[in-house]
């Protein structure tokens, strides 16, 4: 018998519709919305709002895409959390709607298992592997030791590593979201002309809210010296302030790694996007002899791919959830 899933993520500002058919996605559609741009940050009401629009044109395409009518699914996955709780009501509702509709059983899928099950859509990395989940919402170093049994051995203690790279960003300027243009701007410049100090934080968890303080007051000093300071010095900052946060996270990768004796590491979420923290891990794995695994791009950032993948492993174990299911905006993996 095969396994056809229709997958919903609507976690942030990403609506997002996939297919997936015996573990092999057909579609992969995503709608992002534009209007948290000139806020600076992603509004939840109108996120909710846009998912609301979004939603039923997406899963449409999806079904065109991948050629599949709907008499062909088997199951209908959702995000359940975490997230924006609008947001996930919108996909929530949608999935549950659709599955009485069609008399379909339904999976709830976490957000955080999922980005690490994107490894598996065209990879399959060993049990046990370590991965470092790095997005706009959160920063985790999860032991991962089957498809659906994992532990979170280390966490942000305050802002996440795409907020480190969006607020740093925004002290220079720069439009949100800025941790794309600072990857851009920091491959033009010197990253040792500015160093910013590294947090020491135990065990194998992250902070990233004092290098944002120290960024902030260093500007302020040079600013009163010089207006245009940090458009005069754009790419050496960003270079400065790139390399602080990817050592920040490639050393407590290697430390949890070595410490949990696994021996392939793997990278997910979209700040896996930025072309330094890619390069060093990669690094890292080679100057040890460990296996990286790097998702393609499409399934670093939010996408419901990664849901749908999650929800096929969940499906071959009979892990359905009821029309009881509510989203969570807290939901530990
Ligand atoms: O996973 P994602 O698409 O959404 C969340 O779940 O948050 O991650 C978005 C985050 C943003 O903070 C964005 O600035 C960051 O990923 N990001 C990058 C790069 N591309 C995206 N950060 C640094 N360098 C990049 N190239
Ligand atoms: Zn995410």
Request: with cysteine; proline share 5%.
């Amino acid at each position: 018998m095969s396994v056809t899933i229709l997958a919903i993520e609507s976690s942030c500002d990403d609506t997002s519709a996939a297919i997936i058919k015996d573990a092999k996605i057909l579609a992969n559609l995503t709608a992002t919305q534009a209007i948290h741009q000139q806020w600076g940050g992603v509004v939840p009401e109108l996120a909710s709002r846009a998912h609301q629009q979004n939603i039923v044109p997406v899963v449409d395409a999806a079904f065109k895409k991948a050629n599949i009518l709907p008499e062909e699914l088997s199951a209908v996955a959702f995000t359940r959390g975490p997230g924006l709780i609008g947001s996930l009501l919108v996909g929530v509702s949608f999935a549950k709607a659709y599955a009485l509709a069609r008399n379909l059983p339904l999976i709830e899928v976490n957000h955080m298992q999922a980005h690490v099950l994107a490894h598996f859509i065209d990879n399959h990395p060993q049990f046990p592997f370590l991965c470092l989940t790095v997005s706009g919402g959160h920063t985790q170093l999860v032991l991962v030791k089957n498809f659906l049994e994992m532990e979170v051995v280390g966490e942000t203690l305050d802002d996440a590593a795409g907020e480190a790279f969006d607020k740093t960003a925004k002290l220079l300027a720069l439009p949100y979201p800025g941790g794309p243009l600072m990857d851009k701007y920091a491959q033009l410049g010197n990253a040792e002309r500015f160093l910013f100090p590294e947090p020491q934080v135990a065990d194998f968890n992250f902070s990233f809210s004092g290098l944002k303080t120290s960024v902030l007051y260093f500007l302020q000093r040079e600013v009163k010296r010089n207006p245009l300071f940090a458009a005069e010095n754009m790419n050496d900052l960003c270079a400065g302030i790139q390399k602080t946060i990817v050592d920040i996270l490639v050393k407590k990768t290697i430390k949890a790694a070595t410490h949990f004796g696994v021996n392939e590491i793997a990278l997910a979420g979209g700040v896996s996007a930025n072309s330094e923290l890619r390069q060093r891990f990669e690094q890292a794995g080679k100057d040890r002899g460990w296996k990286t695994h790097i998702p393609a791009f499409e399934y670093c950032t939010d996408n419901a791919a990664m849901i749908a993948i999650a929800a096929h492993y969940k499906f071959l174990r009979n892990e359905f959830c009821t029309q009881q299911a509510e989203p969570l905006a807290r939901y530990e993996i």
